[in-house]
């Protein structure tokens, strides 16, 4: 039995992590921590999660973490960095599903987040947790970084497209829209559901956070700078995120069929599913599942592309990917644990 | 043109005052104070009032409130009872919305409040701002205590029932629910869209502080203590109460026609609507109105009636019913500025 | 493999029994119908189940039904009547989860559903499918009538009340909440989005056809009849239904502790969870899980008592407990494939 | 006091024309059909008309019709077009919010609504009812076509750009999303809440009716051919449209301050909002009101520009506008009766 830690279990990735690996027969969470919640039971909390753990929050200490074969930090971004350094050194591996580690240079990361990157010598040893671009060096990595809810929607999305040529990569748009768990449990008006139910806006035009992981990502898979215009907005409901690419063939309309390149492309990803033609993607049917469903279709046969992916955002956007990186990392098969069937309706 | 002032003006009941009043032909907004947002445009906070105020929040001051003829306040608990004697003083009248006035008993209201009263010797001048019970006595009032959003559809659906002594006035059962901006504009987390939403949930079982001012009032109408139990519940949506209503009848089934009772004993309310019989209240039919729905029914004929009653809690159950107060307290017309429609669908 | 066929397979009940049992490792389902969708893929219509069955729909044929060990009707009432004779004469065990069998009185089920009933000589032979009151009639049944949503919530909620007789069993008060997707997955302008979203309304309250098997299923509790005043409302959201139910102690307050009471009697069911003292239920907490959260209180310890219960509607309130119903009749354990954590946030 | 007729008047459009109308003081309804409604009164059928109107639905007649100044088509495509040319030769004004006559090419209209055109020498007659596109020729028109409300949307948004020839008008891209009444109340599984709410998916990326019409008014702009890919997708709420637009800048950036270019464009429009830069529009804050916010942006400074706007579907994206036209018809301001506040929150 895998003896997992979670730093930060409070939050919607740190509950999510709890239901998911609650019928994950090799790992078994053995420590949980909040400095805010220091001795409550998690069941009290998240009255879900009843009958399932006899687990109590306690503050982070790195002798009871470095007990764990693998520690996840679910914390918001500015914590992993400073704690990251210590559990490597103690033999932990670590499953970060926070941004502190998703960028490779450590300019760009200060200039995103504000401040300077606390253990900036890891950032090239992290390696980039998306299974479906990194599965082997997942595999051998001490260090993951788990990729963004957007980025991992938008990256599936794009991949099959600018790693065959197909599209210009210097003119890319990603119109996405997430619902609100993606904001996290943090008590701000901006979030009530008087605020944001029975409304859709979008934000962060100017600059999101996730634009310079998604440039990177998809950098990597066309191997050339990749430029994305990338506009996110908020759904008035919990889970789910939808990205909307369009992309610009080169010089004319492809002859290949978009279809089988993507089948093609993706038929060894479990998680990745490419929905037959004329089917298009709806968040509910991949509600709790570790799951991203895509289509693809070339309006009027026109020269635009536009790919669609749906995504949870707390399971195939976080956490559930993340069980699916510890998954790999520990030689497993890549889908143990990770069975749950989309909440429709 | 009648200057009103406002104080707290950022959160749900503020911005109600000032859309319905945007539509007052005899009132006019001179003043609303904000300390957290002072400078602020209102219309910056609440995009929806652009291009109907040019008015910016400013930090509470006696001076400037005194040149008000109306001053509303539109504050959590505990503010208005230190401000409101001097606003008398300076010859304002005053409508409060929040919680302070509107208990008699100055040790109950400490029993529910957690504190004394800062300005008890006016608990008893102060009328209890309900229209179709204290019409007059809101005429000639200084101070009006507007009443609770539970409160108003309890009372109201109860009313004809207590009146005319057809129900025991000892065992009357209350089973409300509101949309979550009768929580307010508070950073909570309790109150995200990613908690409340999809859910359904009791609250404040054991004692909510809408229930002495509930059996105050019905205690009011029937002329002998009315003992209530009353459970109020959080709804997935922003606005709307509603309350389902349970009382027996005495010795024997009543002869009378409820129905006819109840068009007759509201008869003179502009704001009540007694349904047709076979008509269900519904509270999108009142959203964003000063109305409250009500229907009657005796079911299989036993000897239990059910009431029902729906409202929107920020028009006639807050800032709607305090400018019904208002009118009647410049004797003008009950219904001027509130002929906004309900918002179906 | 116990072989399952499900006859109407189009409905909620029905995709969530697919949801169901595809994590369940001892029944396989091996014929699914629907008339109208004969010869489409199941996951074509859900596509939640995409990966998970390689199953189309068929036109019900009593030949190719008789090959199963068990048969659930996901079917409205109506349809269930008409074919079961047949299916236990070719050794079928049955699972109706419609209301056909859930009356022993065929003449009350008459009154309720305006049409004599086409096979009343097996009224009486049917179990009514509730674990919790009828596990040994079950573990032996030919026939199982699976209960309502409602009664399952409101006959758990009160069935310790009723069973130590501390309650007045002729005034019990049910008012109740579900989502919309107990209305089915049926055309009607009712239902759409634009008319039940962020409202909320009582319905039936003159006579629901869920009131009669309330009253049976409590009178069998309580040894005695049992009247109850049920109101039922509709929520602005898709799972989960709440039950407040309120009953008056007997002639005098009891001694007895309530939450000992409810735990005690509760013990050996692995799917009724009394929380503990001061947590309320939320529906949130059990979307998509096989339980029922009940809790209970006595405001301001008055002679009340308020219990609220909340289940699933589509799992504990249908295809879930028809599957608990199905373990116990193979003799297996009950929670076999009834492991999913709720789904919260 | 100008007589009006409603042909259609129980969809959400027609409900609409009734609210907004409600506090029209120039405009009395005098008629509304229904076929299958006739004799029904129309409070009895929308409930927070109560109060308002003593009318009831009749089946549409043509002498009873012509008594009315201008009629009011809130009908489905195809029903207009037969009965438009009989209104006219009675001498009536028609404003037809469906879509028969928003295209001026009877071929282009046949191929996307597959049937031949029942009235086609009427459709280079009729006026395009966008009034901040056409303002003059509306106040002359015997028929205007309302238009859709996706188009309201993405025509008010590029038409700066366009008017002024920044960008490329060949490579337009439009996201939208809108919530569930644009598709009606009609009876269809599709639209049940349970199979909308509380997800997110792109609809009609094939081909979208609204598409020929949005590309017919944008090139009506530029003066040249436009080509837009366009991909609506529906939103888990009742009200609201949301466009987010990308556009790319010819040659080279551009020197012109957008910001200054969208406010002096718009500066006459008394029901198109443009905002202040930083700030974002949402649905919410126009919803019920006749009002559409704009805002701009150029990402990180590239050569890609996104606009965003939001409208309400029904009012200026229907009901509203069509109120707007009638206004301008009749040479009144164009703003009477259309005064109602966005209903925030």
């Given at each position: 039995?895998?003896?997992?830690g979670i730093v930060g279990g409070t939050g919607?990735t740190g ?17 949980i921590t909040s400095r805010a ?22 503050t982070p200490d790195r002798?009871?973490l ?5 520690v996840f930090f679910a914390t918001p971004h500015n914590v992993a960095m400073h704690m990251v350094p210590d559990m ?6 670590v499953i970060d599903l926070s941004a502190d580690y998703r ?6 990361w200060?200039?995103?987040y504000?401040e300077?990157h606390a253990s900036?010598?890891l950032?090239?040893?992290a ?16 260090l993951?970084a788990c ?37 996290g449990r943090i ?159």
């Open positions: 039995m895998v003896k997992v919607y509950v999510e992590l709890l239901r998911l690996l609650a019928s994950h027969e090799q790992a078994s969470v053995a420590v919640e220091t001795g409550r039971r998690v069941d009290d909390l998240f009255p879900n999660l009843r009958g399932l753990y006899d687990l109590s929050y306690t002798e009871q470095a007990t764990c074969d693998i490597l050194s103690a033999g932990c591996r960028l490779r240079d450590a300019r760009l200060s200039s995103w504000g300077s900036d010598e950032l090239t040893e390696v980039y947790g998306l299974p479906e671009l990194n599965r082997e060096q997942i595999a051998d990595a001490r993951v990729p963004g809810c957007y980025p991992t929607s938008i990256i599936l999305g794009f991949m099959p497209l600018l790693a065959s040529g197909l599209v210009d990569p210097q003119h890319l748009i990603a119109s996405s829209a997430s619902g609100v768990s993606g904001a008590a701000k008006v901006d979030n009530l559901l008087s605020e944001v139910s029975d409304s859709f806006k979008p934000y962060g035009v100017s600059g999101h956070r996730h634009l310079p992981e998604i440039e990177q990502g998809l950098s990597d898979v066309a191997g050339t700078p990749v430029v994305v215009t990338f506009v996110p907005h908020l759904l008035p409901m919990v889970r789910g995120i939808h990205s909307t690419l369009f992309a610009r063939f080169g010089s004319s309309s492809p002859a290949q069929n978009l279809q089988a390149l993507y089948e093609h492309f993706f038929e060894e990803a479990p998680f990745v599913d490419v929905l037959p033609p004329g089917t298009l993607p709806q968040t509910r049917a991949v509600r709790g599942a570790n799951r991203c469903q895509l289509a693809i279709a070339v309006p009027q046969g026109r020269d635009t592309v536009v790919v669609m992916a749906a995504i949870d955002n707390l399971v195939k956007g976080a956490s559930g990917q993340a069980i699916q990186v510890m998954n790999i990392m520990l030689g497993l098969d890549e889908s143990v644990g990770l069975g749950q069937v989309g909440l429709l309706p």
